[in-house]
């Protein structure tokens, strides 16, 4: 069945506006409007560009209704559907089906109906698979489109996030039950491989670790980095702080998030408190997990926000942005939106991965508890050392991560060229 207004969402019954001829279907998963998270943000810095060169119908879960919902509506077509699927029925349907547990690997089960209502409709030219854990939805779309290119947009390395958060797990049950899942996204992200004609990366790194799963998807990897529109953070950076305090911001119920809050309020907090006696510590994000709530309740030195209307105005709020984390993949884009506004971040050699950045210059990095304290102690007494760190870090993110930089990597993609490894290859023309 199909949403009761998807019939005004089809192609033809929304939207007066003109787009180009070149036609393209994206499934996703995470509606970027707005864009409150990395995998928004980066999805939405993709539709940036894609929506100058592409007329899109998205295929994605439904939100609120909201200001960046509207305006979007005037550049794409949006079909949103429910979310019906639920970690009970998401975990029965991959006994039998082979998937990962997450509700992504189950997302058929409320899209396809949308899906194949679309394709009856139109012929697309290329059709955009937003995460590597969505692959499962290729070989039933090149039924229905077999003349698609088909583009896969990867967000990490779930085989390795994966694998991590097993290892992390307590008792040898989680365990176990992890370490399964882990062997099934891995081999969910081989059929990717195998499948997809296009495989977006978000840096060389995990473009090598994608080709150790399929040694043949390297010729068709293209190194495409998260970006954000840093104007659109304009003003944030000159906004006052309020008392001192550190801030940590993102999903707070996503597994490498709770992970680094625990761990930093155990090993650095305790630390760092002896040296700033009064200093808090701001956790900012949606969905905070029981745990985090439990650890605010016990220390009157932690506000844990919850979701929040603008996560940016709640970051500036502090001297300083700290990305604890020790698991992950990816790039961590709460580090690109603190570059954003002009807070110096401190951060762990996880936190920064697949970052161009160098230490003391763009950013700090810290290995030990020590030296986070250091860090963030030296940033708090030299306002000097802090601006400095600010202002370089605003230069690279203009000149690397900036959306208006994904024209130099996404249109030659689009026109059948890309650099693939350092080398300027020929790659499936998305554009005819």
């Keep these: 069945m199909l949403p009761k207004d998807a019939a005004r969402q089809l192609p033809g019954k929304a939207r007066a506006v003109n787009h180009p001829v070149n036609r393209a279907l994206l499934i996703s998963t995470e509606n970027p409007f707005p864009a409150d998270s990395g995998g928004r943000l980066r999805l939405r810095g993709i539709l940036d560009v894609l929506t100058r060169h592409f007329s899109i119908d998205m295929v994605t879960y439904e939100r609120p209704e909201n200001a960046a919902l509207d305006e979007a509506r005037s550049r794409l077509n949006i079909v949103q559907v429910p979310r019906t699927v639920t970690p009970r029925s998401a975990a029965l349907r991959s006994l039998y089906r082979r998937r990962t547990l997450g509700y992504m690997g189950h997302a058929d089960i409320d899209m396809m109906d949308s899906v194949r209502a679309l394709c009856a409709r139109e012929s697309y030219d290329s059709v955009f698979i937003d995460n590597t854990m969505l692959g ?71 473009a090598n670790s994608f080709a150790a799963l399929c040694p043949d998807v390297a010729d068709r990897t293209v190194v495409v ?16 702080t309020e008392g001192e305090s550190i801030v940590f911001s993102g999903d707070m119920a996503y597994f490498p998030n709770v992970a680094a809050a625990r761990h930093f309020h155990a090993q650095v907090f305790p630390l760092l408190k002896v040296r700033r006696p009064g200093i808090r510590l701001r956790l900012v994000g949606r969905n905070p997990h029981p745990s985090i709530v439990e650890m605010a309740s016990a220390d009157p030195a932690v506000e844990v926000t919850g979701a929040v209307p603008d996560a940016a105005a709640e970051v500036v709020k502090s001297a300083v942005v700290i990305v604890p984390l020790l698991h992950g993949s990816g790039t961590r884009l709460k580090i690109l939106e603190a570059w954003a506004v002009d807070r110096p971040v401190v ?27 250091d860090a963030i102690c030296r940033l708090l007494d030299d306002p000097r050392f802090a601006a400095a760190l600010a202002r370089h870090a605003r230069e690279t993110l203009l000149s690397r991560y900036d959306v208006r930089s994904l024209d130099h990597s996404l249109v030659p993609v689009m026109n059948g060229a890309a650099d693939v490894n350092g080398e300027t290859t020929r790659v499936p023309s998305l554009v005819y």
């Excluded at 991590?164 to 049950?173: H, I, R, T, Y």
């Design 136 to 206: 499962y939805f290729i070989p039933r779309l090149r039924r229905l489109q077999p003349s698609a290119r088909f583009v896969t947009i990867a967000h990490n390395h779930e085989t390795s996030l994966c694998r991590q958060m097993a290892n992390a797990q307590q008792g040898l049950a989680r365990r176990a039950l992890f370490a399964w899942s882990a062997l099934h996204t891995q081999r969910a992200e081989t059929r990717v491989c195998r499948d997809t004609d296009l495989l977006l990366s978000t840096s060389q790194d995990e």
């Design 225 to 240: 980095p998260s970006c954000i529109d840093a104007a659109s953070y304009e003003g944030y950076g000159s906004r006052p």
């Design 347 to 373: 951060t762990t050699p996880k936190g920064c991965e697949g970052i161009a950045c160098r230490h003391n210059h763009d950013l700090v990095i810290a290995v030990t508890p020590a030296d986070f304290v």
